[in-house]
């Protein structure tokens, strides 16, 4: 993970400002770095008084691949060109990169840059250097091959390249928006791009959205768009406009492919993915089974997905065995071959399946760390006291948490408020504080169901060191990063975004404790690992929300695929860029498997029938017996069951998971009637909705 920075100007250089240089730093600490240059601009349209642009770029470098660090922005002497770079570039046009991504990167966007030939049906070559580039095209060809080159690569990304020679700033994300990229305009007119803000809104931060690539030609309107982005002005409406010289123009991402004839005559950019088959069943379905080729090519595409986002990781300094703490008393794997990866495992289906594969992937004395999360949930508290304090009126403490009007697929969505009380008395067996009362965060339901899931992945890879860490936050530990929390999350600002960022914030510092054996007492823990793996996906790909459940209930195949292709051409508009910037903080990654492009291309390949299990009888296994697997997600189930994860595969999906959040529809829903499993919704008392804004007394400032 790294931090970038991109700004221009006409008056002169608008580097970052303190406070926003720390927030770059946190997420790349291996190195920062910053570069000028003042750029002549000929044909400059209506900027009368100046004719230079001023263009500030400042990196910073989180090392996860390659034997040494690369420092940022890469710079080519030859050319002046330069690169930001933010993400991982697993592949390009197919062919796997070993090494150091940014600086295979750099080298594909150059020849891009100098070469008409670099089209997406150019090979690449791991040994291409610039001393073999072709001749420089015409500009709109050069652009062109700008925007193949970044058709053509796989992996999460947020990038910014200057392209010297034809006097052009190039950047976006990636067409799922895995890595976060804010712009804002100034006072002066100036042109601010970054991993992060800092969390003032009235700078007037906005996403960039993942709809496109990108420029900005400084050497005047000699190119047209097929696209003009609207710019946007300060909230002070004295402020000066913004100058036209300093529109971004748009290629956008697409389905179709730009070589079609059929094809729209603008250019633009393929997706690296088909739409959803829509196909409908027009005969009996023939039930899969655990064994069945499409559970096998499931396993198959996500073991690479996983090979590629989990090996040839680099752990710094920080990493080594003397550096953990708690030293002497780890045990040995973690102290002589501390974890590399950490797993945000709330004990669901998605997580626990990662967990399981990549158990078969990487070596065997090297440790895990299930990193699970628990919080103090003062209401939660408040009900049990009232629970055992006035058991002979149980019925009415339970109607008071759900009281609140039912909503549709009230079941489900009440799911959470009914485990309030029902995990206590499951959890009556858990150790209680010392004042009697119950461990507040034994009672999560993420804590239930991750200790469930972790026993059952060392029932069956009882080979492997698996450090399952115990995050517990107190509530009063929350409130002290609460301010911090939101201006990290700017320019989203409301309750929902706040529960969920907590949860990912305390996950990424991943500082918890651990027990080293039965009996002995926890120790405090911190993981090494800089690679964090996340279940987010899956939902959308296999029909894991209740409303898929809905959908196919009122309307059959046809209202089920209408609900899962809503969620899936929604996955690009997401609040990834928001998570990336919480999680990010901590010098961490977040890598998600179920996202990567060619799972997704089979994925969304696959007709429905094969991916659920809505419609069809339960599944039976070789020997004929029934699996009692839910319709959602059936095919993942089947796959966890072969894993041997057969209490896993029968895990009822809650109404709303804390690693699966992003997607829930809450418009109607008030925070009372919606418990994360780690109880971050609804701490503080009164009738807060989620989609209440954020007071403004809380935004203003900087918490750093």
Not at 80 to 95: E, V
Not at 561 to 572: F, K, T
Request: hydrophobic share 35%; charged share 20%.
């Amino acid at each position: 993970m790294c931090g970038i920075f991109f700004s221009i100007g006409r008056e002169g250089f608008t580097p970052p400002s303190i406070d926003l240089l720390d927030l770059l730093s946190r997420r790349g600490p291996d190195c920062i770095h910053e570069h000028q240059v003042r750029v002549a601009c000929p044909d400059a349209g209506d900027v009368q008084s100046n004719t230079n642009a001023y263009l500030s770029f400042t990196s910073s470098v989180l090392s996860v691949r390659g034997a040494h660090v690369v420092g940022q922005p890469l710079i080519d002497e030859d050319s002046g060109s330069l690169l930001c770079w933010n993400g991982d570039a697993w592949k390009i046009n197919g062919a796997p990169i070993v090494g150091n991504d940014t600086e295979v990167v750099f080298t594909w966007l150059l020849r891009a840059a100098t070469s008409c030939a670099a089209h997406t049906d150019t090979p690449y070559s791991p040994g291409l250097t610039t001393n073999t580039l072709g001749t420089e095209g015409s500009r709109l060809d050069t652009l062109n091959a700008l925007g193949a080159a970044i058709e053509s690569i796989s992996g999460p990304f947020a990038f910014i390249f200057y392209d010297a020679p034809n006097r052009r700033i190039v950047f976006g994300r990636d067409c799922l928006g895995r890595r976060s990229l804010l712009q804002r305009h100034d006072n002066k007119g100036n042109l601010i791009i970054s991993s992060v803000s800092d969390g003032c809104p009235r700078d007037n931060w906005n996403e960039l959205d993942d709809k496109g690539m990108y420029w900005i030609d400084l050497v005047g309107p000699g190119i047209h768009a097929h696209e003009v982005v609207t710019p946007r002005t300060s909230l002070n409406s004295s402020d000066a406009l913004i100058p036209p010289f300093y529109q971004p123009s748009k290629l956008p991402w697409t389905f179709t492919d730009s070589n079609d004839e059929a094809a729209p005559k603008e250019t633009h950019l393929k997706f690296p993915f088909p739409p959803l088959n829509m196909d409908l069943p027009h005969s009996p379905i023939s039930q899969l089974s655990p064994s069945a080729t499409p559970v096998l090519q499931l396993k198959q595409a996500l073991i690479e997905s996983l090979a590629l986002r989990i090996q040839d990781q680099d752990n710094p300094e920080r990493a080594k065995p003397g550096n953990l703490p708690c030293f002497t008393s780890l045990r040995p794997a973690m102290t002589e071959n501390p974890a590399k990866v950490a797993i945000l495992f709330s004990g669901g289906l998605d997580c626990t399946v990662i967990a399981r594969l990549v158990h078969d992937i990487l070596p065997s004395d090297q440790s895990i760390d299930i990193l699970n999360i628990a919080f103090e949930n003062p209401r939660v508290l408040e009900a049990s006291k009232a629970s055992r304090g006035n058991s002979a009126k149980p019925k009415k403490k339970a109607k008071k948490l759900n009281s609140a009007p039912a909503q549709p697929d009230s079941n489900h969505g009440r799911l959470e408020d009914s485990i309030a009380l029902s995990t206590i008395e499951d959890s009556r067996h858990k150790p209680a504080n010392t004042n009697g009362m119950l461990n507040p965060y034994e009672v999560c339901p993420d804590r239930i169901t991750g200790r469930k899931s972790l026993a059952e992945l060392r029932e069956v890879c009882h080979s492997r060191y698996w450090n399952f860490i115990e995050i517990n936050i107190p509530h009063s530990e929350a409130l002290k990063h609460r301010k911090r929390i939101i201006s990290l999350i700017h320019p989203h600002n409301t309750e929902m975004d706040l529960s969920i960022a907590y949860a990912f914030y305390f996950a990424a510092r991943g500082t918890g404790t651990v027990s080293t054996g039965e009996g002995s007492e926890p120790l405090i823990y911190t993981t090494p690992a800089r690679i964090l793996l996340s279940g987010l996906g899956a939902d959308e790909l296999f029909a894991g929300y209740s409303r898929h459940g809905a959908a196919f209930a009122r309307n059959g195949f046809p209202g089920l695929l209408e609900s899962m292709n809503l969620d899936i051409r929604r996955l690009g508009e997401r609040n990834l860029g928001r998570d990336d910037r919480v999680i990010s903080h901590h010098g961490k990654q977040v890598r998600y498997p179920y996202l990567d492009e060619s799972l997704l291309d089979w994925a969304l390949r696959a007709p429905v029938w094969v991916k659920t299990g809505f419609g069809q009888q339960d599944t039976v296994d070789e020997s004929g017996e029934g699996l009692y697997l839910d319709p959602e997600k059936r095919i993942l189930r089947l796959l966890a069951w072969s894993l041997g994860l057969k209490g896993v595969s029968k895990e009822k999906k809650r109404a709303v998971r804390i690693l699966a959040i992003f997607e829930r529809i809450i418009s109607l829903l008030t925070c009372e009637q919606v418990q994360f499993g780690a109880r971050t919704a609804k701490m503080e008392t009164g009738r807060t909705k989620g989609t209440s804004i954020l007071s403004i007394s809380e935004t203003l400032g900087s918490p750093f």
